[in-house]
Each structure stands twice: as C-alpha cells, then as structure tokens.
C-alpha cells in the first residue's frame, strides 16, 4: 500500500525539518510506503491559527484529492485541554472526509517536537534527566537549544533541526519508547486507520 501523507504543523518554518524525517520513519516502521508532504500552503504560524476549524477545513478542501492521510501536529505547551481541542477537530474533519477514505488524526507533541529530536539522540548531557525534559514546558528553550549549541549546529539554519532530525528519525525505535504519549499513541492511531 502506497499512501500521500499531509503533516500540517502549527507553523511549517521551523517545524518542517523535525517533522518530516520522523513522520517518514514511522510510517516505514508500520511498513506503510508513503510520501511524506509538509503542509507549506497556507502558513498557520502558530497554534491558535492550527487549532481553528475553518483554517483546517480549508486546508482538506486545497489537498482531499491528492491526500490519503493528514496529521494535524501540534505542540502541547503544557496545557491539558490540547488533547480534547484535538479530538473536537478530528470528529469535525470525520464528517467532511466521510465515505471518501481519507483519514485524518491529530496529536500534540509532549511538550513541543523539538523534544522527539531529543529522544531521538543517544549523546544527551548525562546529568540531563528525561523526565525533566518530557515534563518541561518549553523544552525547545530549556534543552534543545543548549543541545545544538553543544553539537555546533544552533547557528545553522533552522537551528540545527534539519541534521538533528534526520539524525534523530534513525533511532525512530528510541523515540517511540521514550514518547509513548504522542509518538507511539499516533502510530498506532496511523496503523488502525490505514492497516
């Protein structure tokens, strides 16, 4: 099976390069051949914008005939009611995709994507604790940023997340285990609704 996947982050800039390399990991991990696309059209630039019905709407509208799968994904930012805005906006688009076959899930990274890169790698600072960073608030900010200062990539561009996500989604294994929240949660969602 061969399926077009649309990753709709809240702001495709930065968020492209973490999400890409890792979507397509997991989706060769459930042994789904797929081609990966980043939703660069419209720009959401934020959130608040990602999290609106009639942005999403528009955006299913633009890519339904070439997309099988579209995966809202969102930072968490500590606040515990992403989860059930998410669910609202999947019931939402079940309603417009009904009867077509096209699927479309949502998920919060816990707390932002920058933290799947970080799970992703086996040289984080040894006194740094993973619960920390999984229970940080803004942990791009708190650790990844000191994380590609010390790998010499923070002043690259994007920061560093083009060569430190592709880098990451090799360990796709390790993320999955260390992020059993977002990461293992939506692949099993994606396996449900496309196997």
């Not at 009867?99 to 086996?122: D, I, K, N, T």
Request: aromatic share 8%; charged share 30%; glycine share 6%.
């Amino acid at each position: 099976m061969s399926v077009n996947v649309l990753v709709i982050p809240e702001d495709f800039r930065k968020d492209q390069y973490v999400l890409k390399p890792i979507v397509e990991a997991m989706m060769a991990k459930i042994r789904v051949r797929a081609r990966v696309m980043v939703c660069t059209d419209p720009l959401l630039g934020g959130v608040g914008e990602a999290l609106k019905w009639e942005r999403l709407d528009e955006i299913i509208e633009m890519y339904r005939g070439m997309t099988r799968l579209f995966l809202l994904l969102v930072d968490r930012d500590c606040d515990d009611s992403r989860v059930a805005r998410l669910r609202v906006l999947e019931q939402q688009a079940a309603a417009v995709l009904a009867g077509s076959g096209r699927v479309f899930l949502a998920e919060h990274a816990w707390q932002e994507v920058e933290a799947w890169v970080l799970a992703g790698m086996q040289d984080l600072p040894g006194d740094w604790s993973w619960k920390d960073v999984r229970a940080d608030c803004h942990p791009k900010e708190s650790f990844y940023n000191e994380y590609a200062r010390r790998r010499g990539v923070l002043d690259n561009p994007y920061e560093g997340r083009d060569v430190l996500a592709r880098e990451a989604a090799r360990n796709y294994q390790r993320i999955r285990k260390l992020c059993p929240e977002d990461i293992a949660t939506l692949e099993k969602r994606i396996r449900q609704a496309l196997c």
